[in-house]
């Protein structure tokens, strides 16, 4: 079982910036696929930037590409989502997820943090 703990939401104005963090335990971190995603009031939830173990390959869904940035540091076992250039629509409850087996945009994530509300006023 993989324990994951996301920190660092809150309010932002637009424009802004924040960084999340999830630190994962429970499994070999390098092995793990990483994702951030997010799910708004009244909408489905949305794959927002994702990292392989080794951290050579991410995907970042066309809402936020060239604003937010997936890293992660396999010695603090910690994904990070540096989300700059805030938007009010970036408004959603975050959340941390991993998979065991990296598969591109098809990797399948079956464990999942709690979610850490962003909040970003226009």
């Known amino acids: 079982q993989v324990q994951l703990v996301e920190s660092g939401g809150g309010l932002a104005q637009a424009g802004g910036s924040l960084r999340l963090s999830c630190a994962a335990s429970g499994r070999t971190f390098s092995n793990l696929a990483m994702g951030w995603f997010r799910q708004a009031p009244g909408k489905e939830r949305e794959s927002v930037a994702t990292?392989?173990?080794?951290?050579?390959?991410?995907y970042y869904s066309d809402s936020v590409k060239g604003r937010f940035t997936i890293s992660r540091g396999n010695v603090k076992n910690t994904v990070y989502l540096q989300m700059n250039s805030l938007k009010h629509e970036d408004t959603a409850v975050y959340y941390c997820?991993?998979?065991?087996?990296?598969?591109?945009?098809?990797?399948?994530?079956?464990?999942w943090g709690q979610g850490t509300q962003v909040t970003v006023s226009s």
């Open positions: 990292v392989a173990g080794s951290g050579s390959a991410t």
């Open positions: 997820a991993a998979g065991d087996i990296w598969a591109g945009l098809r990797t399948r994530y079956d464990y």
